[in-house]
């Protein structure tokens, strides 16, 4: 069974300060893993996907097998990066279905 | 840049009513997704659909529900009795082979009073 875990349901950061939200997953097999964002009303986006290895908007995430953990960071944190961020898992090299975490919003502030 | 789009975008319905959704991938993907979000809680997987028949389902997608692309651009989702429960928002998503990512259309708010 899949299963991706957000332990964070708010996490509040001052303007300039670093972000890390934190994702965990539990998968069997070889799992792919992402980072969704949901702007205020808008559609789910991807961020970034652990294969890519890209920088997207100044956020980075690294796929640690041995911790089960894809933990998205930012070092200075910018007040359009407030939105609702979604872990998600799906297998490797596939079509198949997204399993997603609950959910962590982000809140910066000045 | 072309995106998936859902129609309605917010439906009202009464409980044991049929509803239908409906969804226009990108025109050059070839696999499709519902998934829903009950408020307050996680974005959960329906259903997928590849060279027109389900690929995968989860146990939410029981006999109340069917998907068809009923023409070469849309995918529907029918809920054929609803229930309170089924008030959520719904998402469809479809995908590009072989980058496999999932592109998601805004979502449709449905309410069953």
């Known amino acids: 069974a899949q299963r991706v875990t957000q332990p964070e349901k708010l996490l509040s950061v001052f303007k300039g300060a670093p972000v890390e939200l934190k994702c965990n997953y539990s998968?069997?097999?070889?799992?792919?893993l992402f980072w969704y964002v949901q702007y205020s009303r808008q559609r789910l986006q991807l961020l970034l996907r652990?294969?890519s290895r890209e920088s997207i908007k100044g956020f980075t995430a690294d796929l640690n097998k041995g911790e089960t953990s894809f933990h998205l960071k930012k070092p200075f944190a910018q007040e359009e990066d407030s939105a609702m961020y979604y872990c998600?898992?799906?297998?490797?090299?596939?079509?198949?279905?997204?399993?997603f975490g609950t959910g962590t919003r982000l809140q910066v502030t000045l | 840049e072309p995106e998936v789009t859902q129609t309605p975008s917010h439906q009202v319905t009464q409980m044991g009513q049929e509803v239908i959704l409906r969804c226009v991938p990108i025109?050059?993907?070839?696999?499709f997704y519902w998934y829903r979000q009950i408020l307050g809680q996680k974005v959960e997987f329906l259903v997928s659909?590849?060279?027109?028949?389900?690929?995968?389902k989860s146990e939410i997608f029981d006999d109340q529900f069917s998907v068809e692309r009923p023409d070469g651009s849309n995918f529907t989702l029918k809920i054929r009795s609803t229930k309170l429960e089924d008030s959520a928002m719904y998402f469809c998503?479809?995908?590009?082979?072989?980058?496999?990512?999932?592109?998601f259309g805004p979502g449709t708010r449905l309410t069953v009073t």
């Open positions: 998968y069997s097999g070889s799992p792919e």
């Open positions: 652990h294969i």
């Open positions: 998600a898992l799906t297998v490797a090299g596939t079509a198949s279905k997204l399993t």
């Open positions: 998503a479809s995908v590009y082979a072989p980058s496999y990512e999932q592109y």
């Open positions: 659909f590849y060279n027109n028949e389900i690929s995968e």
């Open positions: 025109s050059n993907h070839l696999y």
